[in-house]
């Protein structure tokens, strides 16, 4: 690539990065009121994807880090809304500095030396320990859990705020119910849990909950289907068959992907398909 297209495509970047930069400046500076629209989130969330993406084509490593961390820490926001107080707005608005100086950094030459810009994400790394801590206190574990019968599967969405306890708890009720827990996966520094049970045939969706409940979560959601796993092929209806994937359903675990009766079974959360662009329950298997 000839140098003048190089320095062309940089002050693409630069132009579009700048707005983006004012974007996130005017919703940090003003982030108590900010996490209170989600659309307002949103924007923040696709400003600091657009940086992360533009950073990648052109091999800034550094750039594309920083943005990405604070891209994860506004979904957090976007997922789990709490009060934002002055340390957790103090703290995100010096993780957008590091990434405006970076930016600034390419706007003076054109270009950036990757030992400057790995000894600026140095400086940043202290404020995301920080920053992961904090959020731990603040945020309550996502919880999902996928309830196994002999014909259906429930999946109930949530939050618990004390997950040793939970675990503990749940267990136990597990236990009482007849069942047994087959996975226990927690993700994100012990934010996102997913747990797996097995139960028996018998077990009601209200017993199930109530497990749960019980346990110390707080059950948000309960998305219930049949679970065909369990069927012979003689048993399995001939109009249950595939559909093809929507864009974001690519690689999320909640995605089934069948047709039931005519009911599309796009996943266990939006049963008839994502309603946006963007699914925000997306998870990644």
């Not at 289907?225 to 012979?232: P, T």
């Not at 093809?244 to 959360?269: F, K, M, Q, V, W």
Request: proline share 5%; charged share 20%; aromatic share 8%.
């Amino acid at each position: 690539m000839l140098p003048e297209q190089l320095q062309r495509i940089i002050g693409y970047f630069l132009d579009e990065a700048t707005e983006h930069l004012h974007t996130l400046e005017q919703g940090l500076l003003n982030l108590p009121n900010t996490v209170q629209s989600p659309q307002r989130v949103h924007q923040l969330i696709r400003a600091s994807h657009s940086i992360k993406g533009g950073a990648a084509m052109l091999g800034y490593s550094s750039i594309q880090r920083i943005a990405h961390r604070l891209e994860d820490y506004l979904k957090l926001l976007r997922e789990c809304p709490i009060a934002v107080d002055s340390r957790l707005q103090s703290l995100f608005v010096q993780v957008f500095d590091i990434l405006t100086a970076l930016m600034q950094k390419v706007s003076k030459s054109f270009g950036l030396d990757p030992a400057v810009g790995n000894q600026i994400v140095s400086i940043a790394e202290p404020i995301f320990e920080e920053l992961d801590a904090y959020l731990r206190v603040l945020i309550p574990t996502r919880l999902t859990v996928r309830a196994t019968t002999a014909e259906h599967l429930h999946v109930l969405s949530g939050y618990c705020t004390n997950l040793s306890i939970f675990s503990g708890a749940i267990a136990s009720r597990v236990g009482l119910l007849g069942g047994t827990i087959t996975r226990n996966e927690q993700e994100e520094s012990g934010l996102r849990v997913s747990i797996d049970i097995y139960l028996p045939p018998y077990s009601s969706l209200e017993s199930i909950r109530q497990a749960v409940e019980l346990s110390g979560a707080q059950v948000g959601t309960v998305q219930t289907q049949r679970d065909y796993s369990m069927l012979s092929v003689a048993d399995y209806p001939a109009y249950h068959r595939a559909i093809e994937r929507p864009a974001t359903c690519r690689g999320c675990r909640y995605y089934y992907g069948r047709s039931d009766g005519g009911y599309h079974l796009n996943c266990t959360i939006h049963p008839r398909g994502p309603e946006e662009e963007n699914c925000r329950d997306r998870e990644l298997e």
